[in-house]
T-cell receptor, first 112, second 116 residues
Framework: SQQGEEDPQALSIQEGENATMNCSYK?????LQWYRQNSGRGLVHLIL?????REKHSGRLRVTLDTSKKSSSLLITASRAADTASYFCATDGGTSYDKVIFGPGTSLSVIP | GAVVSQHPSRVICKSGTSVKIECRSL??????MFWYRQFPKKSLMLMATSNEGSKATYEQGVEKDKFLINHASLTLSTLTVTSAHPEDSSFYIC????????????FGEGSWLTVV
């Protein structure tokens, strides 16, 4: 089953530009997390934002959360070719044991 | 930081045989681990929740007898694909929560299974 939905599903930008990816979900959550996955590899945790938070920053990453709209966005500023990867949002569905459900992901290509 | 290790990273097996994939939390205890399956260019699909000391909880549509999960200790969960078929070929990833619910979830590097 999938909870979140990413938009766009594919994004191609030039190096140095900003990349914005959006995620929508269906049920209530405790927190929302963003992950990165390089092709054929495992997931790297980027950032966790709790349901009572609206914005969070980590380096070049900025995540927002709007629980009224059940949506989140991930902004990568000053993108680099090394940022090329798939990005997934994941929500816990509000359960107590962190059963995390993933959205379909956004495939980001940063062109040097 | 917390690390989750999966083994093997790649495995090829013949149709009809069984293959076991291990998921270990290396520096923390995890009472709950999760197993996901990922097809090429697709997202992760939750297969089951692995509970230490009790039976796994499977998602709808996942065959329990096909995908055996054993959470033998607080640091180890195993996924056994029984009587493997080529359509079982996929990328399998496990995850574990460090500490209490709501904390960061850490993922293993994944295991590529190819059934020939």
């Amino acid at each position: 089953s999938q909870q979140g939905e990413e938009d766009p599903q594919a994004l191609s930008i030039q190096e140095g530009e900003n990349a914005t990816m959006n995620c929508s979900y269906k049920t209530s959550i405790n927190n929302l997390q963003w992950y990165r996955q390089n092709s054929g590899r495992g997931l790297v945790h980027l950032i966790l934002i709790r349901s009572n938070e609206r914005e969070k920053h980590s380096g070049r990453l900025r995540v927002t959360l709007d629980t009224s709209k059940k949506s989140s966005s991930l902004l990568i500023t000053a993108s680099r070719a090394a940022d090329t990867a798939s990005y997934f949002c994941a929500t816990d569905g509000g359960t107590s044991y962190d059963k995390v459900i993933f959205g379909p992901g956004t495939s980001l290509s940063v062109i040097p | 930081g917390a690390v989750v290790s999966q083994h093997p990273s790649r495995v090829i097996c013949k149709s009809g045989t069984s293959v076991k994939i291990e998921c270990r939390s290396l520096d923390f205890q995890a009472t709950t681990m999760f197993w996901y399956r990922q097809f090429p260019k697709k997202s992760l699909m939750l297969m089951a929740t692995s509970n230490e000391g009790s039976k796994a909880t499977y998602e709808q549509g996942v065959e329990k007898d096909k995908f055996l999960i054993n959470h033998a200790s607080l640091t180890l969960s195993t996924l056994t694909v029984t009587s493997a078929h080529p359509e079982d070929s996929s990328f399998y990833i496990c995850s574990a929560v460090q500490g209490v619910a709501g904390n960061t979830i850490y993922f293993g590097e994944g295991s590529w299974l190819t059934v020939v």
